[in-house]
């Protein structure tokens, strides 16, 4: 039976393998049937054009081949011959891509469009945290999926914006009005231009989209936002740094001023003490929130090893 590449991107595995998720937390039994989805993702063209890191390719194929032996199964030439190749490619320097392929979950839809991302393979490069996607930059993306509804027709502001995914899945599925992308980085909005442009190439950006250097320092230079009032702000992984707590909610405080906008913030768990902290500093603020968890069956994609939270500041 050949398989069709929708049959691919709606399989569990074929997803996580695409964005590059942690080999621990990908369940690798019974794969006898999944190798072969993962075959035919191997050569499809968006790999041969933006490949997944080299090591990543190698360490997965690896473990496919050792469960496969171990489970007696037959194994197949290509699926050898495939991982030769690679680990002769080993010293492959990048870049390196994820491709991100989301489902949103309530109905099962799959966006049948893969966003593609170039990353940095570690969590700090060029003296930011913003050139790899986030753990709650994926839940934000999936949330913003399952809430399409509430973005229609929106002007949104991203904070911290990093390497773009929200925003990117934002502008091809949800049609808002308009969406900023916003960092600090001058190489983080270079990479996130460069995200865009690779997705642009193959999707219809639905909305206006700007790219803006701004820094939670300087928030209140942003006149412009006084005018053009944003009806949503958005920002994921930003409360990690403690440094960072007064300027954020500086800015918080900044875009409530107008009374119509509303702020939803995204925040991995990882620390209690500095979460804690993070909103004490919104107390301090006197910014009102509501604060839930994500459920840990959210999305087959997110390595949900520390929980995620969300908050809405009103
Ligand atoms: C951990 S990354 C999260 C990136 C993205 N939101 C995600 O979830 O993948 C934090 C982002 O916040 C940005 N950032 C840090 N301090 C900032 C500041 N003072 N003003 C604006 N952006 C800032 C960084 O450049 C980085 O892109």
């Given at each position: 039976m050949s398989l069709t590449f929708v049959d691919c991107l709606n399989n569990d595995m074929v997803r996580q393998f695409m964005c590059a998720?942690?080999?621990?937390?990908?369940?690798?039994?019974?794969i006898s049937n999944e190798f072969s989805f993962i075959l035919t993702m191997l050569s499809h063209p968006i790999l041969q054009k933006y490949p997944l890191k080299t090591q990543y390719l190698t360490r997965f194929l690896k473990t496919i081949i050792n469960q496969m032996e171990n489970d007696g199964n037959e194994l197949c030439d290509e699926l050898y011959l495939k991982y030769v190749e690679l680990i002769q490619k080993e010293s492959n320097e990048g870049p390196f891509y994820k491709h991100y392929i989301l489902k949103n979950n309530v109905d099962n839809e799959i966006v049948e469009s893969i966003i593609t991302i170039q990353e940095s393979?570690?969590?700090?490069?060029h003296g930011t945290t913003g050139l790899c996607t986030w753990q709650a930059g994926v839940a934000l993306s999936i949330w913003c999926l399952k809430h399409k509804d509430k973005l229609k027709d929106k002007f949104i502001v991203e904070l911290g914006c990093g390497t773009g995914l929200s925003g990117i899945s934002v502008c091809t599925n949800c049609e808002p009005r308009e969406y900023w992308f916003t960092d600090c980085h001058s190489t983080v909005l270079k990479s996130l231009q460069y995200n865009i442009q690779i997705n642009e190439t193959y999707k219809t950006f639905n909305c206006k989209y700007k790219t803006v250097q701004l820094s939670w320092d300087d928030i209140e230079d942003f006149k412009v936002f006084k005018e053009n009032k944003p009806d949503l702000v958005l920002a994921a992984?930003?409360?990690?740094?403690?440094?960072m707590f007064e300027p954020l909610c500086t800015s918080l405080k900044y875009f409530l001023n107008n009374n119509t906008t509303e702020i939803i913030l995204f925040c991995t768990l990882r620390n209690v003490e500095t979460y804690k902290q993070f909103l004490e500093t919104l107390v301090k603020y006197n910014l009102h929130f509501t604060e839930d968890i994500l459920p840990n069956?959210?999305?087959?994609?997110?390595?949900?090893d520390c929980p995620i939270h969300f908050i809405t500041v009103k």
């Open positions: 998720t942690q080999l621990t937390a990908i369940n690798f039994k019974n393979t570690s969590i700090v490069s992984d930003v409360t990690f740094d403690k440094t069956n959210y999305s087959i994609i997110l390595q949900q």
